[in-house]
């Protein structure tokens, strides 16, 4: 089994791709930002900026844990409802 690369590594093989998503945020915020009306008080807005400063937190072994990816399921993710089946006709 091959070792885990360190974080120089990582970076080396996944920068170009999160650059490159990075852009594509930011070009599509700037879209909503130049379309008619405001989104501001959109709830789906809301929860990208909440996602964003997800995002921004302290990396991994700090106060925060650092588990971002499971903090933005959570954020787009419906809340648990235990009659979820009724709820849905199944």
Known sequence: MPSPMNAAELLDRHYL???????EIAATLDRIDR?????AEDAR???????LQILLRSPAGESDGGNRAEQIQHLFSRPYEAEW?????I
């Open 17 to 23: 791709e999160v650059r490159a998503r990075l852009l």
């Open 35 to 39: 379309g008619d009306g405001t989104a």
């Open 45 to 51: 807005m809301q929860q990208i900026r909440a996602g």
């Open 85 to 89: 089946r009724k709820s849905l006709d």
